[in-house]
């Protein structure tokens, strides 16, 4: 298949499903609280909304920086889903490394949000993207040790299909105890990485308005919305891909594949509806201190076989 057609097949896949998970936690917080919640559909409606209204550029600001950072971090996303579709539906493709391009590749949302929030110029914007920075330079230690856990599981296998292969003969990695402590691990990490509360400190809408998105509006806030709903369904489903088997699209076995991606789900909305924020210095802690040295634990338990 066309390597360009196959990205625009699995952007809007993961579109769609983005969405489709951000309606489902949006529905589920609105039931927590006693209200009705929006219809499916919303979530839809609000990228076409956004995009038919007019883009306004604050005074001062670098326009091409400000205008462009959230559509890198979109055509990132899709990216990183296109490599996850294409090692669970060809489980001989991909190429070695493509775990590692991955990971890179799942940095860029959040450092174009970054760029774009200090962009703007606006003091707000620019103290969530300063947040931002903090809490992706914290969670991103004690996630990588969680990603070493597969990858020493599998005798250093760093290429997504071979990791899906392994899972297959000898069963899934969050069966050991490693895998169970790592999973852990990246699941709060994940948390993180899509800024959900508790740590949605950089965004805090009581408090800084939407951080580094202050001052976005029409298309560029859609691509930025849009980011975040296909973030909803790429990381859930890469700890799927790296520490439940991933995806097998074959019979009864895509109910309990789809099955493991809606347990996640319920786990991020679940953990959304039952803290409250964080500060930026004991999400810092959090991270460093017990999520690292239990990441540590997982690391060294891997290595001795369990």
Not at 227 to 234: C, I, K, W, Y
Not at 263 to 274: A, D, F, G, H, S
Request: hydrophobic letters at 55%; proline letters at 6%; a positive charge.
């Amino acid at each position: 298949m066309n390597p360009i057609l196959f990205y625009i097949i699995c952007f809007l896949c993961t579109a769609i499903i983005g969405m489709l998970a951000s309606w489902i936690d949006r529905k589920v917080t609105a039931r927590v609280q006693w209200r009705v919640g929006p219809p499916i559909l919303q979530p839809f409606y609000d990228i076409v909304k956004l995009m038919g209204k007019e883009t306004v550029v604050p005074a001062g600001s670098s326009r091409i920086t400000f205008l462009t950072a959230p559509l890198f971090g979109l055509l990132s996303v899709g990216l990183v889903s296109t490599l996850i579709w294409g090692s669970m539906i060809w489980r001989n493709g991909g190429f070695q490394g493509d775990l590692i391009v991955v990971l890179y590749f799942l940095l860029i949302p959040s450092t174009a949000l970054i760029i774009g929030g200090f962009a703007s110029r606006n003091p707000i914007a620019s103290l969530g993207a300063s947040r931002e920075m903090k809490l992706m330079m914290a969670d991103e230690l004690p996630f990588l040790l969680a990603i070493a856990v597969p990858i020493i599981h599998t005798k250093g296998q760093i290429k997504l299909t071979e990791l899906l292969n392994y899972q297959e003969t000898y069963g899934m990695i969050f069966t050991s105890i490693s895998g169970i402590l790592a999973l852990i691990v990246a699941i709060m990490c994940m948390q993180a990485k899509l800024t959900l509360v508790p740590f949605d400190i950089p965004e805090a809408e009581t408090e800084l308005m939407g951080g580094p998105e202050v001052e976005y509006s029409g298309p560029a806030l859609a691509a930025i919305k849009l980011t975040r709903m296909m973030m909803l369904f790429t990381l859930p489903m890469l700890l799927v891909l790296l520490f439940m088997g991933g995806v097998k699209f074959a019979g009864i076995s895509i109910l309990w594949s789809i099955l493991k991606f809606v347990v996640l789900l319920v786990l991020i909305i679940l953990i959304r509806n039952t803290n409250p924020r964080v500060r930026i210095d004991q999400a810092l802690r959090f991270f460093w201190y017990p999520m690292t040295f239990l990441a540590v634990i997982a690391v060294v338990l891997a290595l001795i076989g369990y």
